[in-house]
C-alpha cells in the first residue's frame, strides 16, 4: 500500500521517465524504431518496471501512468519524425489499460494532439491480453486497429496455444520472447521452433521481432533465417532520448 502511494506522488511529482531501446532491420542495420520502457526515478534511483507496474495495475495507477507514457513517447518521437528521421514507436500496455473505459479516446487523442500518424505507433500487448474470457480485450484492440495503429504480441511463444492467439486477433507484428533467442543454436527444439515462427510470420505477412540478441552468432543465425527485425543488448541497450538521438542516420553497434 506504501509502494501504491509513493507511485502515485511520483507520477504527480514527473518522477517517471523514459527510456527508448532500438529496433533494427536485420538486413540494413538501420534502426526503424524504438520501444519505450519506463523507469521510475525513485531518489535518485533507476527502478524498472518490474517493480512497480504490478502494483501500478493493482491500484489502477496503471491508467493515468500509461497514459502520460503513451503522451511522452508520442511527443518525443513526433520531434525526431519532424527532423525528417522516419522512425517508429512502439509502446506497451497491460490489459488494464485495455480494458479502460475511454483508452480508444485516450489514443486517438494523443496522437491527435501530437500530429503523429496512426501507423507509426505500435502498441505492444502480451499473449496474456489475448486469454480473457469475454473477448472484451481482443475486441477493444480490433477497434484500435481500425483507426490505423499497428499491433503486436510481445513475448510471443510462451503463451498456451501461441499459434491460436493468430486466429483471434489480427496483428502487425510478433516479437518472439527473449528465452526462444537465448538458446538459439544451443537447443535444437528451440532453433526449429523460432525457425518456425519466422516462416510463419512471413506467410502471413506479418512482421517478426527478435528480442534478447546478446551473441554475435544469435544475429548471424537470426539474418539467415530471414528474420526481419532485432532487438537486443548486442544492437543497443535501453537509452535516454539523448542517446537515440546520436544514432541518427540510424546505425547501431551491429554489422
Ligand atoms: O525495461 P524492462 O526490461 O525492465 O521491462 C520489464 C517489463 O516491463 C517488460 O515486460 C516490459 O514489457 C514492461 N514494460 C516496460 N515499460 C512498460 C510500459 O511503459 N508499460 C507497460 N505496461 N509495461 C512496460
Ligand atoms: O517484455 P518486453 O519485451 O517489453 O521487455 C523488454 C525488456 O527486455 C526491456 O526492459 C529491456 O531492458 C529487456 N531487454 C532488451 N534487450 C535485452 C537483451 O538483449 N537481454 C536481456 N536480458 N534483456 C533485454
Ligand atoms: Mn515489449
Ligand atoms: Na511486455
Known sequence: ???????????????????YQPVVDLGTSQVTSVEALVRWDRDGEAVGPDAFLGAAEESGLIVPLGEWILREACEKVAVWRLSDWDIGLSV???????????????????????????????????????????????QRLAELRELGVRLAIDDYGMGYASLAHLRRLSVDAIKIDPSFIADLGRDDTVTLLTHTIIQ?????????????????EQLEQLRAMGCDHGQGFLVARPMPASGVESLVGGEAGVN
Open 92 to 138: 506497451n500496455l497491460s490489459v488494464k489499460q485495455v480494458l479502460s473505459p475511454r483508452f480508444m479516446e485516450t489514443v486517438a487523442g494523443v496522437l491527435a494532439e501530437t500530429g503523429l500518424s496512426s501507423d507509426v505507433l505500435t502498441l505492444e500487448v502480451d499473449e496474456e491480453v489475448l486469454l480473457d474470457d469475454g473477448g472484451e480485450a481482443v
Open 200 to 216: 510463419l510470420g512471413r506467410d502471413l505477412g506479418v512482421q517478426v521481432v527478435a528480442e534478447g540478441i546478446e551473441r554475435p
Open 1 to 19: 500500500l506504501e509502494l501504491q502511494i509513493r507511485l502515485r506522488e511520483a507520477l504527480a511529482n514527473g518522477d517517471f521517465f523514459l527510456e
